[in-house]
């Protein structure tokens, strides 16, 4: 898929996505091993986003399975088209079949409501897809025996069909916002990768990707807003996800530097728990954009802060 993990980091920047190292180097491996990718981490800091670039790169399908809890193998792979079946039903014994004809055709593939898993086994395209198992940790643990078993083999079998295999092994993502631990047995198959929040640097460049037009001084001043915010202990610290929304609220908004009423009137797209904002009232809110403008200050000074910058703590 990838020749070089310069080449993966290229093309990720290309599709307006910043990838380190770490997840290049993963990428890279998904494709050189032909394992699943495994990413965990706070939600908003760019694990879903990763499969869908990934298939935009490769120019492919994306199918996704989001999971939830209740979620089950049938929903996840294929049922049966009910009302078109009976639909049939009717039609052939106007026609005249018999029970064994019309029991041999309505189960037959072209009554089959293909689910995300069964159409990344099956799909038709020349090349693989991405397959996209979106929050993991939300669905059953019996859910998870299940797809381990899909994982292992590609291939599934369906009583009324037979035995299908993949024919191009899909790109798998599977992504855990950590709600709770994931079985040893699937991450073992995964390359794993935590997705940490970005250090101010990563912040800053993807602000400037996805909020084209942004003063640079604004985007600073944004970024370690939000890297001092994540240093606190709040209920829903802020993900990058929150770092773009308010970039552009506050660019929606003719905002060009970062005051204790402007921060106040928009604390809804940084915080998303009333508790969380009632706490920075509490704790102050002047001290907290103080803060953020040391941190930017020293930022702006260069790569010999840089490493400050990176292990910044209040
Ligand atoms: N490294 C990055 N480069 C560019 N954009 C990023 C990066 N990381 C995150 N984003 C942006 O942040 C937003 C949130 O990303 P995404 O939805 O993938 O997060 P997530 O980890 O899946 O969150 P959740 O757990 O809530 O589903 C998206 O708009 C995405 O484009
Ligand atoms: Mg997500």
């Not at 198959?189 to 940490?196: A, G, K, N």
């Not at 003063?215 to 773009?244: H, N, W």
Request: aromatic share 8%.
């Amino acid at each position: 898929m990838f020749n070089t993990i310069d080449e993966v980091e290229k093309a990720f920047s290309k599709n307006n996505y910043i990838a380190d190292r770490a997840l290049a180097t993963t990428v890279f491996l998904a494709g050189a091993l032909n394992k699943p990718v495994f990413l965990e981490g706070e939600p908003g800091v760019g694990k879903t986003e990763v499969a869908k670039v990934m298939a935009e790169i490769m120019d492919t399908r994306l199918i996704r399975l989001q999971c939830y809890e209740g979620l089950d193998a049938n929903t996840a792979l294929y049922e049966w088209n009910y009302p078109k079946q009976m639909l049939e039903v009717r039609l052939e014994e106007a026609r005249g079949h018999s029970k064994e004809e019309i029991g041999r055709n309505i189960f037959s593939e072209e009554f089959l409501l293909k689910r995300p898993l069964l159409d990344a086994i099956q799909g038709t395209n020349e090349r693989a897809p991405v397959l996209l198992i979106d929050e993991v940790d939300r669905s059953d643990e019996e859910f998870e025996a299940f797809l381990l078993e899909v994982l292992s083999d590609f291939q599934i079998t369906i009583p009324e069909i037979g035995t299908i295999k993949a024919k191009h092994r899909p790109y798998v993502v599977l992504t855990s916002n950590r709600t709770r631990e994931i079985h040893d047995a699937l991450k073992r198959r995964c390359l794993y990768l935590w997705i940490d929040y970005p250090i101010f640097e990563k912040e800053l460049e993807i602000v400037n990707v996805k909020v084209p037009g942004i003063r640079e001084d604004l985007a600073r001043q944004v970024c370690s807003f939000m890297q001092v915010a994540r240093t606190r202990d709040f209920y829903k610290r802020p993900g990058i996800a929150e770092t773009i929304d308010w970039a552009l609220a506050l660019m929606a908004l003719g905002i060009s530097e970062l005051d204790n009423g402007t921060v106040d009137a928009t604390l809804g797209c940084v915080f998303k728990y009333r508790e969380d904002i009632q706490k920075v009232h509490d704790e102050g809110l002047p001290e907290l954009i103080e803060k953020a403008k040391v941190l930017k200050d020293r930022a702006s000074k260069g790569p010999a802060n840089a490493p400050f910058v990176r292990t910044w703590k209040t």
